[in-house]
């Protein structure tokens, strides 16, 4: 399944990952996805690496929002966020 970026507030993703309800619905989020065949993940832009192309993001397990493991992506936690990269 491809990912999609979900850019938020790092207050919404320390409560998500605490399974707090926030006014933003990570479960819609995730809902939607699943509809359009797309695996929504969780990042704030410190969690992006400018110089590697990469992003740590979080994905919804369970109502709470989790770090992105290695198997949870045939890429790894580290998501290249611009694959046809150039060097």
Known sequence: MK?????LDMNIIRLGCEGLRTYERLNYYEKIGRELGLQPVFFHPLHV???RGSVKGYLLRG???R???DEDSPRGPQQDVNPKKRD
């Open 67 to 69: 770090p992105l493991q």
């Open 49 to 51: 690496n400018f110089r």
């Open 63 to 65: 109502g709470q929002a």
């Open 3 to 7: 990912e999609i970026g979900i850019l």
